[in-house]
C-alpha cells in the first residue's frame, strides 16, 4: 500500500481549490461538516458514473461500501482500485476523474485536511 501512496504523491499536484469537488461534481458531493481546520464531505456515485476533473488536498478516505473506480491523473496515467466497507485510507493531495467501474455505488466519506493558520 505504501507504492500505492508515493505513486499518488508522484501524480499529484497542486490542488486548486477553483477545481473544488463540491462545485464541479455538486450531484455527486455534498458538505457534511467544515470548520477551520477540516472539511467532511460525503460522495456517491452509481456504476458508470464519472466525475469531472477535481482537486482534493490531503484527505482521508473511509467506504462506507465496496467500490471499485478507476481514477485519471491530469497525465493521463490510470490507477484501479478496489476498497471493501470500512476500509479507511491516507491519501495525498491530488488532481483527477473518477469513474465507478464496477458493479455496486461508491459511497464515502472524506476528511479534507486544511492548512494550519499561521499566527
Do not use: C
Amino acid at each position: 500500500m505504501r507504492a500505492w501512496l508515493v505513486s499518488l504523491a508522484v501524480a499529484a499536484s497542486s490542488v486548486a481549490w477553483s477545481q473544488d469537488s463540491l462545485k464541479t461534481d455538486p450531484g455527486k458531493y455534498t458538505l457534511e461538516q467544515e470548520n477551520e481546520r477540516v472539511r467532511v464531505l460525503r460522495y456517491h456515485d452509481q456504476p458508470g458514473d464519472k466525475t469531472s476533473m477535481h482537486a482534493h488536498p490531503d484527505f482521508v478516505l473511509y467506504a462506507l461500501a465496496p467500490f471499485k473506480r478507476r481514477l485519471t491523473f491530469p497525465d493521463g496515467k490510470t490507477m484501479v482500485r478496489e476498497f471493501k466497507a470500512g476500509d479507511v485510507v491516507l491519501m495525498s493531495a491530488q488532481k483527477h476523474i473518477g469513474e465507478n467501474v464496477g458493479t455496486t455505488d461508491t459511497e464515502v466519506l472524506l476528511v479534507e485536511l486544511k492548512e494550519p493558520s499561521k499566527k
